[in-house]
């Protein structure tokens, strides 16, 4: 029953897989970006992204057509809704990787603008997140997911620190503001990557739950019924 | 079904067929003992009615019937014998126990009959008379060939019988004792038998088990100690073939794991069959943890995703390109081959990938130093060119602008010549401190700090900068003083062209460690961005090219005080903070073999 169970849902996973690589290369790519300022890395997170969208809306049309058969069990409707909510997830953080290398790209006109050091940080620290929320996922590690959703706290509090940084500069030259803007802009999108990244491992415990339930209690499989 | 155990199988059987043949040595030997008894009874029986046979017959013949039974009575009891006379029509005429006259018609007796037909017989059968088993025999009186009466000599089989059951008696219990020796005979045989085949047997087990270095005991009988010899050279067979496997095993995962370049293997559904340790360092992954499991979960990294696919899909080897997004970008190249089985199967994927980040990098270094080493002959020549024709235009005949136009001529001659001296220096002492020419001795550090400073001295005076010399001057080292000179000057130079006016240069040496002298060139300058510092010692690498270039640097300054310090076997490095300054640091041997190399 296991056996044919995951392979009914092997192909949309790859896929999902793929995406995630996919999403996790212009994520570092952009972090690179932005530590060394380089722009062509910037331009091809920029180009990379159509890929990322067309992915998303395959893997999308797949899980509808697996949802549409009325054969589909209970435990797989369970797992393909997680699958559909971290598709979409990861295309806003694809997008979001875009709207960072965009501000690379304009950042990069200001030579003298020295970034400040927290806003390496900010990205490191939620590349860490977005990782460790794909490696949840991969490995379907409702622990480490946990984790990832405790890590989004530092994020949320460095990305607050980095609002003070940017105002406190903005204050000192005020010359400088529209270039400190994009920068807080870069900011704002690592913040919300990192809450994506929240999401994904939120969903990763919503489908190992799934299973669990299904190894288990009586009352467990009508409230799964009901649900689907 | 529950197995029997062997042993109660040969016991059981053993002792079967010892109780049968008790049973059937009973049962023939009973019966002929009895058959013997009775026939010397019944011969004894006819003897003695052949002896009394004229004695009867005379009584018959006269008669005298009273008489006859007197003498049977008389006879009987001497002899222990039951005598009986009866006429041919079965009447009893006389009778050693009974009285004749009681007695009912005997013609009916089988003896009798058979007497009556002239026969001698016998009989055993119950006696009513006696009350107990008795045997008969009886013969005819014959008087002139004609039967005159039957005489009939008769004892009690009782004794005989008694005797014949009590030898089965003894038999049986013979037997018993027998049977029980040979029951316990047997229970020894069958331990006997089946012990070494228990052991065998335990022995096997430990083979299974993997205890290769057991070797069997030897029974003594011969098939069960052929058999353990037999399973002792298997064992020895197959712990060869098992250590010569676990060898080739070891050597495969030594050669595996000790490639430089990343290896692994995939089956058809892009599944991990192995990888070795480069690969899994390279890919940041535990190689215990990603066996049998796709391609998709263990990297993330689509390019060597859709490789793995692209090449399982072909039928010929493969070759691209994949580049890894981590701290930095690795660029790897990667070969994937098909593994085929004998039938030409395919069976899975290796895949073997080759880390060219350096290569890539030093490619990158070379093409931009063609670029830029263009680039920068290109700007004076074009200056130089532009003027000139203007010049020829029509422009020398204005005296002023000639002048003028001359004048910036000269300038970008001299930088066209400042390149190429800065290029050919840089030429020079690649190749002979490639070919080891450039001759080091141990000399005085201040000596060439003190020098280098007064090279620079004007121009620091003019922006109104102050050099410190901080420098013992007993502290050597192991140079070529007009190098480092040359490597020293464009150091502090550098220092003063990137200052602002009235700002302080430090120079300072010290022997920092057994074998190796510091010196620092220190300033307040613009500083330099963490991003430039890998690059900084490139050639013709400018992090600003405009302020470069109107401060007369040729991009090629720090490159060649890179190359001088290597020629020393030493080696130069930077730190720097934007908005603070920068210090530069080169490093020499103190002496000869100290700094690890040998210096010609």
Known sequence: MTERHISETQPLRKSLLRLCALVEENARRCVLAIRTRDREGAQRVIDADHEIDALEIAIEEHCEEMLQRNTLPAEDVRLVIGFLRINADLERVGDLSTNIARGVLAIGQYEQLVLPAEIVELAEGTLTMLTKSLDAFMHMDTEGARTVCQMDGEVDDMYRSMIGVVRDRIMAEPAMTERLLHVLSLARAMERIADYATNISENVVYMNEGRIVRHGRMHSHGAEATDS | MKKKRLFWQLYTSNFLIIFLALFAFTFLISGSFKNILFSQVSDDLKSRAQLLHEEILHFVRSDHANDLDAYCVDLGRRSSTRITVILPDGTVIADSERDPESMDNHRRRPEIRKAMDGQVSTSTRFSATLQQNTMYAAIPLLDRGSIIGVLRT????????ESVEALQWQIVLGGLIITLLAGLISLVISRRITRPIQRLKDGAARFAGGDLDFRLPVPNSEELSDLANVMNTMATQLQDRISIITQQHTQQDALLSSMMEGVIAFDTDERLININRSAAQLLKVDAEKVLGRSIQEVVRNVGLQRFVEDALASDTATEGYVTLVNDRERFLQVHGSILKEMGGQPIGLVVVLNDVTELRALENVRRDFVANVSHELKTPITSIKGFVETLLDGAISDR???????GIVSKQADRLNAIIEDLLSLSRIEQSSDAEEIVLASSSVYDALHAAIQVCQHDADMKHIRIHLNCESEITALMNPPLLEQALVNL????????????????????????????????EGYGIEAEHLPRLFERFYRIDKARSRKLGGTGLGLAIVKHIA???????DVTSTPGEGSTFTVTLPVNRGGGGEDVA
Do not use: C, M, T
Not at chain 2, 154 to 161: G, Q
Not at chain 2, 499 to 523: H, P, Y
């Open chain 2, 400 to 406: 002023e602008d000639a002048v003028r136009f001359l």
């Open chain 2, 492 to 523: 502090i130079s550098n220092a003063v062209k990137y200052s602002e006016e009235g700002k302080n240069v430090w120079v300072s040496a010290a022997q920092s460690k057994q074998n190796e002298v510091r010196l620092e060139i220190r300033d």
């Open chain 2, 566 to 572: 290597q020629a020393h076997h030493g080696n130069v």
């Open chain 2, 154 to 161: 008769a004892v009690p089989v009782r004794e005989a019988e």
